[in-house]
């Protein structure tokens, strides 16, 4: 068994858990659907904060430049940057997925205050736990950005990609997917941006950047038994946090 699928094998408990986790079955309405956003529209933004951390490692992004690390990391890398940080919305404008999803977020009716106080917070102090607190944010969203910047924080490059290769989800998009589909014409209208943001993770993050993020975790754990180890700890940490994440949005519901 190759160690990328020894890693799949002891982590897949945790997966099956979020999987099967309830808030996929009473996520059905709208309102539901807003709350769902309110909460989740954190994940999307340190999802962003993970990224960058990973390109800063792996790549060179200071002048002068000189060549860092491995040319196919740097590649890989790059291209899930250029898709997550410049995409298109339905209109053929760029954004990043993050900024699409706040707007799917207002066309939606959902409240974006928080994530803009969080931001301006962040901005002023510099402190993500202070901007954490200050925003009142859930203990599952709280204690999930943590998760995320202490990996960040790791200064490990390949704790990093596992985690963002594995913490991540992959499959709940297309669950949430057919239940917006199921939305009558006016209510659709209001979700069709998130609707088209459903489709481009499935197309984009689910497939293409999915196989990107496990050669770039396998590359940069290579051989080293303790890295895969490191690996593996960190992504149970990330799937915990993220049904923690998830127990706390069900009970927002």
Not at 43 to 64: E, I, N, R, Y
Not at 94 to 121: C, I, N, P, T
Request: net charge negative; glycine share 6%.
């Amino acid at each position: 068994m190759s160690r990328i699928a020894l890693l799949q094998e002891n982590i897949q408990d945790l997966r099956e858990k979020l999987i099967q986790h309830p808030i996929y079955h009473q996520v059905k309405t709208p309102r539901q659907f807003q709350t769902f956003m309110e909460h989740h529209i954190f994940a999307v933004w340190d999802f962003m904060s993970l990224l960058k951390g990973l390109q800063q490692h792996l790549t060179c992004v200071t002048t002068p430049w000189i060549p860092i690390g491995s040319p196919n990391t740097r590649y890989l890398i790059n291209e899930i940057v250029v898709g997550e940080e410049s995409d298109l919305d339905e209109e053929g404008n760029r954004l990043s997925h993050f900024e699409l999803y706040l707007k799917s977020m207002e066309k939606a009716g959902a409240d974006v205050g928080k994530m803009a106080f969080f931001l301006d917070v962040l901005k002023q102090t510099g402190s993500l736990e202070q901007s954490l607190v200050a925003a009142n944010v859930s203990g599952g969203v709280k204690n999930f950005v943590l998760n995320t910047f202490a990996a960040i924080e790791s200064g490990k490059p390949h704790v990093m990609a596992a985690v963002f290769t594995f913490g991540r989800e992959d499959l709940i998009p297309e669950m949430f997917l057919s239940i917006v589909n199921s939305f009558d014409t006016e209510q659709l209208t209001h979700f069709s941006t998130f609707k088209y943001y459903l489709e481009r993770h499935i197309e984009v993050d689910g497939d293409h950047h999915s196989h990107l993020a496990l050669a770039m975790t396998e590359e940069l754990c290579g051989d080293d038994e303790a890295k895969w180890l490191e690996a593996q700890t960190a992504t149970r940490a990330a799937l915990q946090a993220r049904i923690q994440l998830w127990d706390t949005t069900l009970s927002a519901l």
